[in-house]
């Protein structure tokens, strides 16, 4: 029962217990209680308890915060990184990338707290001045998934920190222990009690509906699927309630004739490998000009092949296992899949035996119609296609309902840009295997999100604009 779970500040939880599992060996790594629809409901009376005292701090004080926040996580990055490696199955090198990225939400944020600016003009008629102020949003429902467990949470709780707001964090239930690891150094970097509160409910369908229904909730931030966000979405329209929606992606990473070959295969290593795979921004669909497409494909196999998979933990692993089986067996099956429509398998494609949630480096060669180029593999799958020409190229980029990020290969820029600036995607690489930066705005373009995280808009996300109009 739950009096055998650790105890975290800042977690209400008086439910039963529910195991978090290691999945490279299908362990149990610790248990915690979880949280009751109760439990959902008290966390909103928390949050909006904590909010006029908090959103009434300077904003240099919550500054202040988040940049002990960020000290705290760079001073401690290791075992954290090791947490995040143990309880999602990355290769450690990519849990300790993921905590410095993590880190700097908090960096940037506190920065941002301190900067939030009006505007005052003179109306166009002479009759007033226009007074425009921005006032944090109220309390923020923060709900993230298991693929970044710490990123992804700090890249809301920051934002959402700096604007003044309260919030209850759901995290995926995979990866919780990430987050209570958190909102334990944010309470010891001085955030108070009952700004940041984290539930771990089994069943989040109700306690999320729960949440979302309560008056006091002002504001929904969500990452996780494109299908669970278009629910919350519905759910939301009932009280207008305003939303962020970091959404699925399928990213293509299209490599033109005058690319640097070696150059491409590291990019397309890096954006295809980052987590094992496991990301929104994870290259998915790979179009290669037809004239290097056999070449492209020889070295990328090359390279893919020969990494050592195993526990992330691990000294020289270079892929790890996937969240959990039942997400490596929807990778497999995909792969599989698209074997029975034609694809060729260069190496790879095969799911290993053992309890580990383990699935190996795989590049395909397809057809455009393969149906695995509609679905987001989220694994360490490669499908090549070849393509005719520039504007195949971003056609085919284009022929998705998704629209996060895009990357191109190309020797000459200017031909680069001109692809980029046909791209349907709210974020384009050039020449680049990875761009995310808690300096730039995240986002996608059609069923990829609204709104953007990070950046000079990721705080407005947690504010309302209020115009007043005055004769001064
Ligand atoms: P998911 O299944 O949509 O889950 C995300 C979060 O929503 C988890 O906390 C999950 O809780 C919760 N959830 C699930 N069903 C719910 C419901 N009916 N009501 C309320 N909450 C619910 O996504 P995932 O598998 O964890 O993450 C992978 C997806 O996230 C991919 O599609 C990926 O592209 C996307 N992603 C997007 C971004 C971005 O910035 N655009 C970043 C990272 C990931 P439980 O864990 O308890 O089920």
């Given at each position: 029962m739950s009096t055998q779970t650790r105890q975290y500040a800042g977690h209400l939880a008086s439910g039963p217990p529910h195991d978090v599992i290691d999945p490279s060996d299908g362990s149990s790594i610790e248990s915690i209680a979880a949280s009751t629809e109760a439990d959902c409901a008290d966390a909103v009376s928390i949050a909006a308890e904590a909010f006029p005292a908090f959103a009434a701090l300077a904003p240099r004080v919550r500054g202040e915060m988040l940049r002990k926040a960020y000290e705290l996580m760079t001073a401690e990055s290791e075992s954290l990184a090791r947490l995040v490696?143990?309880?999602?199955g990355k290769i450690l090198a990519d849990a300790r990338a993921e905590i410095g990225y993590a880190a700097e939400f908090f960096r940037w944020f506190?920065?941002?707290a301190v900067r939030v600016s009006g505007d005052f003009?003179?109306?166009?008629?002479?009759?007033?001045t226009i007074v425009v102020t921005h006032e944090p949003v109220g309390v923020s429902l923060l709900i993230t998934p298991w693929n970044f467990p710490a990123a992804m949470a700090t890249r809301k709780i920051g934002p959402a920190l700096a604007a003044g707001c309260t919030v209850v964090l759901k995290p995926a239930m995979e990866t919780p222990l990430t987050a209570l690891a958190i909102v334990d150094l944010l309470a010891r970097a001085g955030v108070p009690a009952g700004v940041v509160t984290v539930v771990t409910p089994v069943a989040p369908g109700p306690a999320v509906s729960r949440m979302l229904g309560d008056r006091r909730v002002r504001n929904l931030s969500f990452t996780g699927s494109t299908e669970v966000g278009r629910m919350l979405l519905k759910q939301a329209s009932d009280r207008v309630l305003r939303t962020s929606m970091e959404l699925g992606g399928n990213a293509p990473f299209i490599v033109l004739d005058d690319a640097d070959l070696d150059d491409a295969v590291a990019g397309a290593i890096l954006a295809k490998l980052r987590n094992g795979g496991a990301a929104c921004t994870a290259a998915n669909r790979f179009y290669v000009s037809r004239s290097i497409a056999d070449e492209f494909s020889r070295?990328?196999?090359?390279?893919m092949s020969a990494l050592r998979m195993g526990p992330g933990l691990n000294d020289g692993v270079e892929l790890g296992a996937s969240v959990s089986i039942r997400e490596r067996d929807k990778i497999a099956d995909l792969v599989d899949a698209s074997v029975s429509h034609g694809a060729r398998v260069l190496t790879g494609g095969t799911r290993p035996e053992g309890a580990g949630a383990f699935y190996?480096?795989?590049?395909?060669t397809l057809?455009?119609?393969?149906?695995?180029?509609?679905?987001?593999?989220?694994g360490p799958v490669a499908p090549v296609v070849a393509v005719d020409s520039d504007d195949e190229a971003i056609a085919r980029a284009n022929a998705t309902e998704f629209g996060l990020i895009s990357y191109v290969y190309s020797g000459d820029l200017g031909r680069a840009m001109s692809v980029a600036r046909h791209l349907e995607?709210?974020?384009?690489?050039?020449?680049?295997?990875?761009i995310s930066d808690p300096a730039a705005p995240f986002g996608g373009y059609k069923q990829s999100g609204l709104g953007r995280e990070g950046g000079f808009a990721g705080i407005h996300e947690f504010l309302e604009s209020k115009y007043i109009g005055v004769t001064i």
């Open positions: 490696s143990r309880e999602n506190s920065e941002e003009r003179l109306a166009p008629s002479g009759d007033k070295r990328l196999t090359e390279r190996p480096a795989t590049v395909l057809e455009a119609d393969n149906p695995i180029l509609g679905e987001e593999v989220f995607a709210g974020m384009v690489a050039i020449n680049k295997g990875v």
